[in-house]
């Protein structure tokens, strides 16, 4: 059974520090997502990661996913109070076309605090 | 003009009631799901539905039925609701390749009493 563990599951972030996310996970996979979810609010997807060596940034975030390793990492870069939220790995196994079937990391909850 | 939209948002009940979700996507997509969100915010597949055929049914209890008119509509409906149905049900959507991210309604936070 796969399993995706994220780690650390609370992070307290100081505005302008850099802080990592790390995703780790059981199971041969190249693809990888990262979403974020703002307390009571919908998941919103931030990265696809469909490679070894993938990179991903948009703004101040980073995603990048090392296969072999089976590790994702998520930067944050010079944190600002707007990136409070939850961010979740997902890792995705089907084989067959149809059907993505996501298996969620528990989650880290972000809080930057000025 | 949203692309996943549930309804109800809230959704409050007895034990022993039966009760429906629906979820509607107007993005096109040929793939929906029904995901659940425990109150520690693990969040795990229910089902999914290509095309109005099921395709992913994981070990949920048989008091859980999902249905598709069509592939821009995917309900769920629960029978004789149990304390432990508490959670928040997303409802997402996506083409059916291996690399298309999900996107997700806004959920229903569904408490039984």
């Known amino acids: 059974e796969l399993k995706v563990e994220q780690n650390p599951l609370f992070l307290s972030m100081q505005e302008g520090k850099n802080y990592t996310i790390y995703c780790n996970y059981s199971t041969t996979s190249d693809r990888l997502y990262w979403y974020r979810q703002d307390p009571g609010k919908s998941l919103e997807s931030l990265f696809v990661l469909l490679s070894n060596g993938a990179v991903k940034q948009e703004g101040r975030l980073m995603a990048s996913l090392d296969t072999k390793a089976r590790l994702s990492t998520l930067h944050i870069t010079a944190a600002v109070h707007d990136l409070s939220a939850t961010y979740f790995c997902?890792?995705?196994?089907?084989?067959?076309?149809?059907?993505?079937?996501?298996?969620f990391g528990g989650g880290t909850r972000v809080l930057v605090k000025p | 003009d949203t692309a996943v939209s549930q309804t109800p948002k809230y959704l409050v009940t007895q034990m022993g009631n039966d009760k429906s979700i629906k979820c509607e996507q107007n993005l096109g997509h040929d793939t929906m799901y029904w995901y659940k969100q425990d109150s520690k915010k693990f969040l795990k597949i229910m089902f999914s539905y290509n095309n109005k055929e099921l395709i992913i049914n994981e070990t949920v209890p048989n008091r859980f039925s999902p249905k598709s008119p069509d592939k821009a509509h995917l309900n769920l409906h629960i029978n004789s609701l149990e304390l432990g149905d508490s959670a928040v049900y997303f409802c997402?959507?996506?083409?059916?390749?291996?690399?298309?991210?999900?996107?997700f309604g806004n959920g229903t936070r569904l408490t039984v009493t």
């Open positions: 997902a890792v995705d196994v089907s084989i067959k076309a149809a059907g993505n079937k996501l298996t």
């Open positions: 997402a959507s996506s083409y059916g390749q291996l690399n298309s991210p999900l996107h």
